[in-house]
């Protein structure tokens, strides 16, 4: 099959639908716990590993620069391209999950600590690689709808969790240390098989209709998540006959596969409209010197619109006209807007990930069943993706039609995590549902919202490097809220009770700290959005003079 941007757009989907598996860390880690004789505070050490390695991502965006660099100045090689990212990360996956898997199954001596640390390390820090080369390749084959496209990448990722559990339940339930195995194989060979279709395709008339296309994956998004969200509740309702099970997984295969049928035919009607337009510029006989002279003129110098009073030639001093342009990581980080994102980012993300960390132990204190927490687990993903993709989806609407800045969106999911945190805290029945719902969804919405606003303000060139030096925030921030806090005030509770707690006294302390530190990211998120509005409106003007253009 012939790539294209909306072939590349549906490979970064299937992908993106087999490398989250740091999500499904709340399977495996009682048996990791449990086989490596690790107290709570050593597991959430581990986790944080985990979580560096899955947000550390400045590697993977420097690898890409450099690639993108590279492949500019030999754009007959196809020796430079995403593909190498993908290859990358496909190594490190298959490497820290499969010695995890021999050290579990006790088919290698028991690891110390901090190889333990390291191998998990590697296995989640693959999925930034994945993700770097699927996230900006999508931003730079559809700038228009840069918040769009990256909800539906990111929310993929969100409800890949989820769709590796459907996997290892139907195929090995009752079986975590199989899960591992497949963690360390089905990730890398998707990957290595599809790599080849992900490139940069530039196009450059727009289609009219790329925004119902993309609709379209958007509504498969959610089509999935729905029925995703159904076979967890169903297979915690009533027991499955295997045969049930081996349908339903088959069912979930085919919604993962629908968005290829909207990709072809949006390819189709590219290259239509490029055969049409290269044939009307083979026929422009009867127009005169005047008029091709004024044509070029336009097209050599595109922004050149002296009646424009955006136009960034005129405004040489101003800050934020500064910003639009493309910013390296070292111009990036000498500005307050950077460290504003970061600081943000630090509060959201890192409180999220110390709540998806010990969901099961949190359940298992508030004596839960492990049914329910398996069920938690799994709705996390789903929490997760509709954060992810609602916030990218929505907040591209009120850009285009109301110019409202994107980090308004992002103070707004700031508040409502704090109160979420507050309702894990109370501890009364019920809570882990309603609570786990609000921190999901806002977690997940800082992940299509921070690489989209960083694209927005800093530029596309080095938009890789960019947001994935901000996402070290959320390790930075999930090692402070859930080794120094949580699993200190755990292990605290529990002493001279062996390494368990019972009671809601276990996290309450905790969830009340990790409540104000998302309302100190939601002031200084504040700070960023009123910064900005000013920024954006250049921006939104810039789209729709583009957009007339087009």
Same mark, same amino acid.
């Given at each position: 099959?012939?790539?294209?941007?909306?072939?590349?757009?549906?490979?970064?989907?299937?992908?993106?639908?087999?490398?989250?598996?740091?999500?499904?860390?709340?399977?495996?880690?009682?048996?990791?716990?449990?086989?490596?004789?690790?107290?709570?505070?050593?597991?959430?050490?581990?986790?944080?590993?985990?979580?560096?390695?899955?947000?550390?991502?400045?590697?993977?965006?420097?690898?890409?620069?450099?690639?993108?660099?590279?492949?500019?100045?030999?754009?007959?090689?196809?020796?430079?391209?995403?593909?190498?990212?993908?290859?990358?990360?496909?190594?490190?996956?298959?490497?820290?999950?499969?010695?995890?898997?021999?050290?579990?199954?006790?088919?290698?001596?028991?690891?110390?600590?901090?190889?333990?640390?390291?191998?998990?390390?590697?296995?989640?820090?693959?999925?930034?690689?994945?993700?770097?080369?699927?996230?900006?390749?999508?931003?730079?084959?559809?700038?228009?709808?840069?918040?769009?496209?990256?909800?539906?990448?990111?929310?993929?990722?969100?409800?890949?969790?989820?769709?590796?559990?459907?996997?290892?339940?139907?195929?090995?339930?009752?079986?975590?240390?199989?899960?591992?195995?497949?963690?360390?194989?089905?990730?890398?060979?998707?990957?290595?098989?599809?790599?080849?279709?992900?490139?940069?395709?530039?196009?450059?008339?727009?289609?009219?209709?790329?925004?119902?296309?993309?609709?379209?994956?958007?509504?498969?998004?959610?089509?999935?998540?729905?029925?995703?969200?159904?076979?967890?509740?169903?297979?915690?309702?009533?027991?499955?006959?295997?045969?049930?099970?081996?349908?339903?997984?088959?069912?979930?295969?085919?919604?993962?596969?629908?968005?290829?049928?909207?990709?072809?035919?949006?390819?189709?009607?590219?290259?239509?409209?490029?055969?049409?337009?290269?044939?009307?510029?083979?026929?422009?006989?009867?127009?005169?010197?005047?008029?091709?002279?004024?044509?070029?003129?336009?097209?050599?110098?595109?922004?050149?619109?002296?009646?424009?009073?955006?136009?960034?030639?005129?405004?040489?001093?101003?800050?934020?006209?500064?910003?639009?342009?493309?910013?390296?990581?070292?111009?990036?980080?000498?500005?307050?807007?950077?460290?504003?994102?970061?600081? $943000?980012?630090?509060?959201? @993300?890192?409180?999220? !990930? %110390? +709540?998806?960390?010990?969901?099961?132990? #949190?359940?298992? *204190?508030?004596?839960?069943?492990?049914?329910?927490?398996?069920?938690?687990?799994?709705?996390?993903?789903?929490?997760?993706?509709?954060?992810?993709?609602?916030?990218?989806?929505?907040?591209?609407?009120?850009?285009?039609?109301?110019?409202? $800045?994107?980090?308004?969106? @992002?103070?707004?999911? !700031? %508040? +409502?995590?704090?109160?979420?945190?507050? #309702?894990?805290? *109370?501890?009364?029945?019920?809570?882990?549902?309603?609570?786990?719902?609000?921190?999901?969804?806002?977690?997940?919405?800082?992940?299509?919202?921070?690489?989209?606003?960083?694209?927005?303000?800093?530029?596309?060139?080095?938009?890789?490097?960019?947001?994935?030096?901000?996402?070290?925030?959320?390790?930075?921030?999930?090692?402070?809220?859930?080794?120094?806090?949580?699993?200190?005030?755990?292990?605290?509770?529990?002493?001279?009770?062996?390494?368990?707690?019972?009671?809601?006294?276990?996290?309450?302390?905790?969830?009340?700290?990790?409540?104000?530190?998302?309302?100190?990211?939601?002031?200084?998120?504040?700070?960023?959005?009123?910064?900005?509005?000013?920024?954006?409106?250049?921006?939104?003007?810039?789209?729709?003079?583009?957009?007339?253009?087009?």
């Amino acid at each position: 099959m012939e790539s294209s941007r909306w072939i590349a757009a549906v490979a970064s989907i299937w992908i993106q639908c087999s490398c989250g598996a740091s999500y499904a860390f709340g399977i495996y880690s009682p048996l990791l716990k449990s086989s490596q004789n690790y107290d709570q505070s050593t597991l959430d050490l581990i986790s944080v590993f985990k979580d560096i390695g899955a947000n550390a991502g400045i590697i993977s965006g420097f690898l890409y620069s450099a690639i993108a660099t590279n492949r500019r100045r030999h754009s007959s090689l196809c020796l430079y391209g995403p593909w190498v990212v993908h290859a990358t990360g496909a190594i490190q996956c298959f490497i820290g999950y499969f010695f995890i898997w021999l050290a579990i199954i006790g088919a290698i001596p028991r690891p110390e600590v901090p190889v333990m640390c390291l191998l998990m390390f590697l296995a989640a820090h693959a999925q930034t690689f994945f993700n770097t080369a699927n996230v900006v390749t999508a931003v730079q084959n559809f700038p228009e709808y840069s918040g769009t496209i990256v909800g539906i990448m990111k929310g993929f990722l969100g409800l890949s969790g989820a769709i590796l559990i459907q996997v290892y339940q139907t195929l090995f339930k009752g079986k975590p240390s199989t899960f591992l195995l497949i963690l360390a194989l089905l990730p890398p060979i998707l990957s290595i098989v599809l790599m080849w279709f992900v490139r940069v395709h530039q196009v450059p008339n727009r289609d009219e209709n790329e925004k119902n296309y993309l609709n379209g994956f958007s509504l498969i998004s959610v089509v999935v998540a729905a029925y995703l969200m159904f076979l967890i509740i169903l297979r915690n309702t009533i027991s499955l006959s295997p045969w049930a099970h081996a349908i339903t997984l088959v069912v979930l295969l085919v919604l993962v596969s629908s968005p290829i049928k909207i990709a072809i035919k949006a390819h189709e009607e590219d290259l239509l409209r490029s055969s049409q337009t290269l044939s009307t510029l083979n026929t422009p006989l009867m127009k005169g010197p005047d008029s091709f002279n004024s044509e070029k003129s336009a097209v050599e110098n595109p922004t050149d619109c002296p009646d424009d009073p955006t136009n960034e030639h005129q405004k040489p001093n101003s800050e934020d006209t500064l910003h639009v342009e493309d910013l390296n990581l070292s111009q990036a980080m000498r500005t307050l807007n950077f460290w504003l994102l970061f600081v $943000a980012m630090l509060c959201g @993300m890192g409180s999220g !990930l %110390a +709540t998806i960390n010990n969901i099961s132990q #949190i359940g298992e *204190s508030l004596s839960y069943t492990s049914v329910e927490r398996s069920t938690l687990v799994s709705l996390w993903s789903i929490w997760n993706f509709l954060g992810r993709f609602g916030a990218g989806y929505v907040s591209d609407i009120f850009m285009h039609r109301r110019g409202w $800045a994107r980090p308004l969106f @992002m103070t707004l999911t !700031l %508040a +409502t995590m704090a109160g979420g945190h507050i #309702i894990i805290g *109370s501890g009364f029945p019920g809570n882990l549902y309603v609570g786990s719902v609000l921190v999901g969804i806002c977690y997940g919405s800082q992940w299509s919202l921070m690489p989209t606003i960083t694209s927005e303000i800093f530029g596309v060139a080095h938009m890789g490097t960019l947001f994935n030096t901000i996402a070290v925030a959320s390790p930075v921030g999930s090692y402070i809220l859930s080794v120094r806090v949580i699993g200190y005030i755990y292990d605290k509770e529990a002493s001279g009770e062996g390494n368990s707690c019972s009671g809601t006294h276990c996290f309450m302390i905790s969830f009340f700290i990790l409540a104000s530190v998302s309302l100190f990211g939601f002031l200084v998120a504040l700070v960023l959005f009123i910064k900005t509005r000013g920024l954006y409106r250049i921006v939104i003007l810039r789209r729709l003079r583009n957009s007339r253009r087009g």
